[in-house]
């Protein structure tokens, strides 16, 4: 169960040819650590905005600049910080970096499935954002960027009332990017509530131009995943408006309920594309062209598509390098795109990607999605059926995700088929006696992960990862009479479910450059 | 045919023909005469009839002549629909007529009741799925006690959109008709919505098999396992149950059971049970994979050969009440080709464009006759058409493969119409090769015949299309709308 952040793109990219270019300086200045350029700089953005009531160019700066995951940019915005302590534009700066850092360490996991680790980064992180958005409202409370950081602070229950922030928001700053913040931050799976919601449709929406409390309530219902009749009247009420920013909204809609209406491959298209440059959201982006290529039969421009999204997703990470989550899609789909085309993948490319290993770390030390990247980097190296090289892998996966019963699931998988080929269910390239090793390591493992899933499933029947019936239903079962038979794993076998449970290895972010070769 | 194989079809023709008043003979010529008030009454009677063989009877009737393509019938069962909109014979008849819509709008390469996979053809069986539902419902309502209701609503549940509660309506059928078509019907529907099939058909067997007379779980469970093709132990289970029994009804899935789990060498059994498949209508495409890998399995290529007349002959039979059916057309046409009727092929090929013309396979057969008559020109245009049917799919490599063949077979020169259209095929096949790449299978491999004769095509595109081989391949696909504006010129295809 993923939880998206609603990205609020959609305005802050729209980018204009001087922001460009304050943009530029002001990423020169931060490199040659010239701060009082920056005061500059930030003094000039903020007072144009306040002049002209257009926060976009502001807000742009703060997001192409400070909302990555980049820990050279981190190192030197503390340092601005430092030297202009009682400076708001620094603060939130700082502020931003904190809360980016404290998501990506969080990760994007429902919080029962998200580790008590990832939770304390996450709210150490926050603690940090949260000193410092004080810093900057000290002096200056209705700083715009400032209360953008205070709202999305305020939705992880932080600070203050949620409701009050945005409001004080859209007070501020009358506009989309503020109704954008408010809807996100008021998400019901968040600190939100239903009531907040129609509260901020009914009593702000009509405060913004070009906006009203229709608009809100269409966005407010995609956005909590509303079901029955709220979606219903959503879908209605989006039919008649036509109004470019729904665009998001529309596609999802398009690809669903209204996917037989006679325009709508076109409309797909159009929007998917157009996606691409304004409101780019990776994982989102690439599911959808998955299912574009094979339900939509879009193969060419599903193709397209995709090397567009790979090129972009690879400047991106330039800036963003210890964006785990970006860099884990990069990887993902690196992989997946080779072995469809070749059949396999090349040590070259893995080098590459290998290459971003040390990186993901820094703020992907908690995320399962890392530590499966890591035991897929070392699968490649040591062949697939080296169970115990990828072990250490696992058990952080598996730890990081609370045990949660898909993970345990697709680990028991793994070494489902490893135990498949080595006891001669399925052909195999490897020689008799890398398959009697293979038996020989999978065995107690495979005993364990059956057992642990056995636990968590009958903890939780209805959790993702335990109820799947039909083919897919039936490796687990036989994991579990492997695990019923077994004489060598008793220890596995008979133990109490409390000591079987996976603790976390302590893994160098070298590893990889300590020659183990393929 | 076998003696035994004759003294069952004798006992179960016998009584039925002595106690029937209604036989499907009269129910057929009243359609064929529109006497729609004769109609009425007759079936009504037997909707009321609750004795085992008039329940048969019924089931037949809806199958062959309600669920068919005849435009006669459909012409009378529309009418009295008109005439009689509250009669629940009436509706569930037509509630038939409006499945077999289904499966004429639905996929042309599945089983008949899939959605189409081009974006152009899923409104039109979104709708005549949404009108099916809609008239099982209506005929269920007006008449609750009616078999053919019964079955025609529990068959519409199997979709997913609709998954209504079934538990009251199987009930109610167990007590109308407790017999083991009652219950392979409830089979269907239970593990066709399932998500574990397995246990839908293990609760359905042991809910009802044992209430009917000539049924029992045994036997449900195994009927279940291979016409459903259930999870593996189910399987194993129930082939270990087969082997134990002897029945003819069982022959069928004997067949399936020989088929996956093989075993049986014998060539002559594995043959008729083959064609004891027959006994029910299949479709031709299904039966001759069926026969190809009895051939295989039995090392008598020329098993398949005999497959095709053998399914020839029963097709005649079926097309009588179904004339419409574009499969069996399809397959008519493709053996009369074979057999060089070239005309006659023609004719029948016309014919299944009334319903088939979204199916790539028979625009392909058009274009072989062309071929054959040396009209090379007219045979590009159904290649092309095919190739739009294709709509980006990897057959389409297959439509370039035949097309070439026919174009260096031809005896006249090409013209550069022609030419283009193998490049522009050649262009988008290769493009799919690039997508698809390894999921394609060994066709996109580059020692691949297939493979080769695309390759070879696209080295003469600069000599003979310089305008392609600047154009994007994206640009280069088909318009949607071409099939069914080809196919509209040729005949006055099936209303939407």
Redesign the interface.
């Known amino acids: 169960m993923r939880i998206y952040l609603i990205s609020l793109f959609t305005i802050l990219w729209t980018s204009s040819a001087t922001a460009e270019t304050t943009i530029d300086d002001v990423l020169a200045a931060l490199a040659e650590q010239e701060f009082s350029l920056l005061e500059e700089r930030f003094a000039e953005a903020s007072g144009d905005a306040n002049e002209k009531g257009d926060y976009r160019p502001l807000r742009q700066l703060y997001f192409a600049v400070f909302e990555k995951a980049n820990s050279e940019r981190f190192a030197k915005t503390k340092a601005w910080q430092s030297a202009f302590p009682q400076s708001p534009f620094a603060a939130t700066a700082l502020a931003k970096v904190h809360l980016k850092r404290a998501f990506l360490l969080r990760g994007a996991m429902a919080s029962r499935y998200t580790s008590p680790e990832a939770f304390d980064g996450f709210h150490s992180e926050l603690r940090e954002a949260s000193r410092y958005i004080e810093v900057a409202r000290r002096h200056t409370p209705e700083f715009v960027p400032a209360l953008d950081a205070a709202v999305d602070l305020a939705m992880t229950g932080h600070s203050g009332d949620p409701l009050v922030l945005v409001n004080r928001l859209i007070d501020a700053a009358p506009d989309y990017t503020s109704m954008q913040f408010a809807i996100s931050a008021l998400r019901t799976n968040w600190s939100g509530s239903l009531r907040d919601n129609i509260q901020l449709c009914v009593t702000m929406a009509h405060k913004v131009p070009d906006y009203d409390a229709e608009l809100c309530l269409i966005e407010v219902a995609f956005a909590n995943k509303a079901k029955g009749p709220l979606m219903d009247a959503a879908i209605e009420a989006l039919a008649n408006r036509d109004e470019p920013f729904l665009d998001y909204i529309r596609i999802k809609v398009y690809m669903t309920q209204w996917r037989y209406e006679p325009n709508a491959l076109e409309e797909i298209q159009r929007i998917h594309r157009a996606s691409l440059a304004w409101n780019f959201k990776p994982d989102e982006f690439m599911i959808r062209n998955g299912i574009l290529q094979t339900t939509f039969n879009l193969p060419f421009f599903a193709a397209e598509m995709e090397e567009a999204a790979m090129q972009t997703l690879a400047k991106w990470l330039k800036v963003d390098p210890q964006n785990h989550r970006l860099a884990n899609t990069y990887f993902r789909h690196s992989v997946r795109r080779s072995e469809m085309r070749y059949g396999e993948i090349s040590p070259e490319l893995m080098q590459d990607l290998t290459d971003m290993w040390p990186d993901m770390l820094v703020l992907g030390r908690f995320s399962p999605d890392v530590w499966e990247v890591g035991r897929q980097i070392m699968a490649f190296r040591r062949g697939w059926h080296d169970v115990v090289a990828q072990l250490p892998f696992v058990r952080n996966r598996v730890y990081f995700s609370n045990h949660n019963p898909s993970v345990v699931r697709s680990h028991m998988s793994d070494l489902y088929s490893v135990w498949d080929v080595a006891t001669g269910g399925s052909g195999s390239s490897l020689t008799a006696e890398q398959l009697a090793g293979a038996r020989e390591e999978v065995e107690c493992p495979l005993v364990r992960a059956s057992r642990i899933y056995e636990a968590m499933c009958k903890a939780d029947p209805r959790a993702i990862g335990c109820n799947i019936g039909g083919w897919g239903g039936i490796f687990p079962e036989h994991a579990r009479r492997i695990s019923k038979n077994s004489k060598k794993c008793s220890a596995g076998k008979d133990a109490g479910i409390e000591a079987l449970v996976y603790t976390p290895v302590d893994i160098s972010p070298n590893i990889f450059k300590e020659g183990v070769q393929k | 045919m076998k003696l035994w194989t004759l003294t069952f079809a004798l006992v179960l023709a016998l009584p039925w023909n002595a106690a029937f008043a209604t036989d499907i003979d009269e129910v057929r010529t009243l359609l064929l005469n529109g006497d729609v008030d004769r109609l009425d009454a007759t079936m009504s009677e037997l909707s009321k009839d609750t004795e085992a063989s008039r329940i048969h009877l019924y089931r037949e009737i809806s199958d062959t002549l309600f669920r068919s393509s005849h435009p006669t019938y459909l012409a009378t069962l529309a009418d009295w629909l008109e005439q009689k909109p509250s009669s629940g014979t009436a509706l569930s008849a037509n509630a038939w007529a409006a499945i077999n819509n289904v499966y004429l709008t639905g996929s042309p390469y599945g089983s008949g009741f899939e959605m189409p996979?081009?974006?152009e053809f899923?409104?039109r069986w979104?709708q005549s799925r949404q009108r099916a539902f809609e008239l099982a419902e209506q005929a269920l309502r007006t008449d609750q006690r009616n078999i053919s209701a019964i079955d025609a609503w529990l068959f519409m549940q199997r979709f997913k959109p609709a998954k209504g509660e079934t538990t009251h309506v199987a009930t109610r059928l167990m007590s109308i008709a407790p017999n083991r078509q009652s219950i392979r019907n409830l089979v269907a529907t239970n593990v066709g919505r399932?998500?574990?099939?397995?246990?839908a058909a293990i609760d359905t067997c042991h809910s009802y098999a044992n209430l009917a007379q000539d049924y029992n779980r045994t036997l449900c469970m195994i009927e279940a396992a291979f016409e459903h093709i259930l999870?593996?132990?189910l399987l194993d289970q129930a082939g270990k149950e087969l082997a134990k029994i002897d029945d003819p009804r069982l022959d069928t899935v004997r067949f399936v059971a020989e088929n996956i789990q093989g075993g049986e060498k014998d060539a002559t059994a594995l043959f008729r049970l083959h064609r004891s498949t027959l006994a029910r209508r299949v479709e031709p495409g299904e039966y001759i994979g069926t026969a190809q890998r009895v051939a295989w399995l039995t090392d008598t290529p020329d098993y398949v050969e005999t497959a095709h007349d053998e399914l020839s002959g029963q097709l005649d039979q079926w097309l009588r009440d179904d004339p419409l059916n574009p499969r069996y057309l399809l397959h008519k046409s493709y053996v009369l080709q074979q057999r060089s009727e070239y005309a006659a092929a023609r004719k029948v090929w016309k014919q299944a464009l009334v319903h088939g013309w979204p199916d790539l396979n028979l625009w392909i057969i058009g274009a072989m006759t062309e071929f054959h008559d040396e009209n090379l020109s007219e045979g590009a245009k159904y290649i092309e058409v095919a190739a739009a049917a294709a709509?980006?799919?990897i057959e389409l490599l297959s439509v370039h493969q035949m097309f070439d063949n026919a174009i260096k077979k031809s005896h006249s020169p090409p013209q550069d119409g022609v030419l283009c259209l193998r490049a522009r095929i050649a262009l988008l096949s290769k493009?799919?090769c690039?997508?698809?790449?390894?999921?394609a299978g060994s066709i996109c491999r580059p020692d691949h015949p297939v493979f080769k004769s695309v390759t070879d095509t696209i080295s003469l595109v600069p000599k003979n299309c310089p305008r392609l081989s600047e154009t994007p391949?994206?640009e280069l696909?088909f318009s949607s709308t071409l099939t069914k504006e080809v196919a509209g010129t040729l005949v006055n295809i099936a209303a939407e």
Request: aromatic share 4%; hydrophobic share 30%.
């Open positions: 996979n081009l974006h899923q409104q979104i399932a998500q574990v099939r397995g246990r999870e593996n132990d709509g980006n799919k493009g799919l690039d997508v698809y790449g390894q999921m391949v994206s696909t």
